[in-house]
């Protein structure tokens, strides 16, 4: 049982040990796609490349015998094209820890994320595509703006939240019961696959189901893939956005106006050569 993973979670690009280890103890193999095409999305704009450098990801991991693809991201970048794209199963890491947090529509949560307020779009467009808005009570955002201008630092959140930070670890818990004692929510979900080194100890220090993306993510594809269900595509022409991809990689005047680099820097967009 092979699950393609699109993303690291993080700026670095190797598999995380914890989903290495969940896959390994589910007797399946967990391989990385890093997208050829990446940018953090600052906003709407940015977004849409993630998407396209998502679903390129997905198509070339379907294409090499996957049975499952997570996009692993709370995001679910390019989500519903990659699913018309293929019949391979593909998993949302942010609409599976959604349905989990929520019971499927059951029970009230809160969203609690390291992200500041302007990343909110994200979580809106979520929680609007599952239909599960009248169920969030809130999303919390633990970080001010000036934290995205500190992003490929050494000192931004995902940095200290790998190096497992008490700060940062006390902001959330306060955040995290805060929801729980003023917002109502019966749970919840952490809202960036980031945030999985410190997932365990947050959800040790509270007295509600907490659910951290990745791995919730990660149990959904090996579900998936074990059920072995599949759907017929629908996309009508289907290497369209490989085309797309490998077309904007190859040229180089293509790119030379938008930040292109070989750092692990999350901020700028960047294409890779495949091979």
């Given at each position: 049982?092979?699950?393609?993973?699109?993303?690291?979670?993080?700026?670095?690009?190797?598999?995380?040990?914890h989903l290495a280890?969940?896959?390994?103890?589910?007797?399946?193999?967990?391989?990385?796609?890093?997208?050829?095409?990446?940018?953090?999305?600052?906003?709407?704009?940015?977004?849409?490349?993630?998407?396209?450098?998502?679903?390129?990801?997905?198509?070339?991991?379907?294409?090499?015998?996957?049975?499952?693809?997570?996009?692993?991201?709370?995001?679910?970048?390019?989500?519903?094209?990659?699913?018309?794209?293929?019949?391979?199963?593909?998993?949302?890491?942010?609409?599976?820890?959604?349905?989990?947090?929520?019971?499927?529509?059951?029970?009230?949560?809160?969203?609690?994320?390291?992200?500041?307020?302007?990343?909110?779009?994200?979580?809106?467009?979520?929680?609007?595509?599952?239909?599960?808005?009248?169920?969030?009570?809130?999303?919390?955002?633990?970080?001010?703006?000036?934290?995205?201008?500190?992003?490929?630092?050494?000192?931004?959140?995902?940095?200290?939240?790998?190096?497992?930070?008490?700060?940062?670890?006390?902001?959330?818990?306060?955040?995290?019961?805060?929801?729980?004692?003023?917002?109502?929510?019966?749970?919840?979900?952490?809202?960036?696959?980031?945030?999985?080194?410190?997932?365990?100890?947050?959800?040790?220090?509270?007295?509600?189901?907490v659910y951290e993306?990745?791995?919730?993510?990660?149990?959904?594809?090996?579900?998936?893939?074990?059920?072995?269900?599949?759907?017929?595509?629908?996309?009508?022409?289907?290497?369209?956005?490989?085309?797309?991809?490998?077309?904007?990689?190859?040229?180089?005047?293509?790119?030379?106006?938008?930040?292109?680099?070989?750092?692990?820097?999350?901020?700028?967009?960047?294409?890779?050569?495949?091979?």
């Amino acid at each position: 049982m092979r699950i393609a993973i699109i993303g690291s979670g993080t700026a670095a690009k190797t598999l995380p040990p914890h989903l290495a280890s969940m896959a390994t103890e589910a007797g399946a193999e967990a391989v990385l796609v890093n997208p050829r095409l990446s940018a953090f999305a600052l906003s709407a704009y940015e977004r849409l490349v993630v998407d396209v450098g998502y679903v390129d990801a997905m198509q070339s991991a379907a294409a090499q015998s996957a049975d499952a693809v997570l996009i692993n991201s709370f995001a679910d970048y390019g989500v519903d094209a990659a699913r018309a794209a293929t019949a391979t199963p593909v998993i949302g890491a942010g609409e599976a820890t959604l349905r989990a947090a929520s019971q499927d529509g059951a029970r009230p949560f809160a969203i609690v994320t390291v992200w500041p307020a302007s990343m909110g779009f994200l979580y809106e467009e979520r929680l609007r595509a599952l239909g599960l808005g009248s169920l969030c009570r809130g999303v919390r955002h633990l970080s001010p703006e000036e934290e995205l201008a500190r992003l490929g630092s050494e000192d931004d959140v995902m940095q200290r939240m790998a190096r497992h930070d008490t700060q940062v670890l006390e902001r959330l818990v306060d955040a995290c019961r805060l929801a729980v004692r003023h917002d109502g929510a019966a749970a919840i979900a952490l809202g960036c696959t980031c945030m999985a080194p410190i997932g365990p100890a947050l959800a040790a220090r509270l007295d509600v189901p907490v659910y951290e993306s990745s791995r919730t993510g990660l149990h959904a594809a090996i579900d998936a893939a074990r059920d072995g269900a599949r759907r017929e595509p629908t996309a009508r022409y289907p290497a369209l956005i490989p085309n797309i991809v490998s077309a904007w990689a190859g040229t180089v005047e293509a790119v030379a106006n938008v930040g292109v680099t070989n750092t692990d820097c999350p901020v700028c967009i960047t294409t890779e050569d495949p091979t």
